[in-house]
């Protein structure tokens, strides 16, 4: 085996053990996508956020930058203003989105942990954001189900960002369908999942990704044969699998 190709080996396996936030082929060429496009444009309360969340010992989970421009901009684009996100974390996806809606738009938020929503509140309160926010504290699905008894909130959502508990993806979705409007957008985060979907057996996974790649796989099989939803896969941070419900 030539130099060059022990050096991509150790790369390959590299990008598969580490949380790596781009299935782009470098390094380098992520970094020019951040450093041109991405970081120049971020605003001041989302860099905020960004930087307090790197120095947090969970921070693989938190939204990458480029896919939070993502998202701003495809809110926007569909005029968003009734939102859900499960899954928060520090809220750096939420914050993007809390800043991309109108004033009076509002985003149903939930997430089991409190405590690392409290770590970015300070940042989203100062932004003049909070207001738009309902954070639950708590498991997702018992809200989800209250809702769907609740024929009030049927197709009212017009976007829903999900990137939580992956084992429960498809049970989100048979409710999600439900609750998102005709024309609206469901986005479903990490579904390619650390580039661990197309990965050999015996590939050196870290446990959580070895765990969740079937129940990612699942869900991907799933959406590609629901006729209730359009579909488009984006490789932008670890994938994010857009879902338009036309019926």
């Not at 024929?151 to 508990?165: C, H, N």
């Not at 057996?201 to 699942?218: G, H, M, N, S, W």
């Amino acid at each position: 085996m030539s130099s060059t190709q022990e050096e991509q080996q150790k790369q390959d396996g590299r990008h598969q053990e580490v949380g790596h936030k781009s299935l782009l082929q470098s390094d380098a060429l992520y970094q020019y996508v951040l450093e041109t496009s991405v970081y120049p444009r971020e605003p001041e309360p989302l860099k905020e956020l960004r930087e307090l969340t790197a120095k947090h010992p969970w921070n693989v989970m938190t939204t990458s930058a480029d896919e939070g421009q993502f998202l701003s901009m495809l809110l926007k684009l569909i005029n968003a203003k009734n939102t859900m996100e499960i899954g928060v974390y520090t809220g750096y996806s939420l914050l993007a989105t809390a800043l991309a809606i109108p004033e009076d738009g509002k985003i149903l938020a939930m997430d089991i942990n409190r405590t690392n929503y409290e770590l970015g509140l300070p940042v989203i309160q100062k932004a003049g954001v909070a207001h738009k926010i309902d954070f639950r504290e708590g498991p997702a699905l018992p809200v989800l189900d209250q809702m769907i008894e609740d024929s009030t909130y049927y197709g009212k959502f017009d976007f829903i960002f999900v990137d939580a508990d992956k084992d429960n993806y498809l049970n989100y979705h048979k409710r999600l369908i439900e609750l998102v409007k005709v024309g609206g957008i469901i986005g479903y985060d990490n579904t390619l999942w650390n580039g661990s979907v197309v990965a050999p057996p015996d590939a050196p996974l870290r446990k959580y990704i070895r765990f969740y790649r079937d129940f990612v796989l699942e869900l991907n099989k799933a959406l590609a044969v629901d006729p209730r939803i359009e579909i488009c896969q984006l490789p932008v941070g670890d994938g994010i699998t857009l879902c338009r419900r036309i019926s």
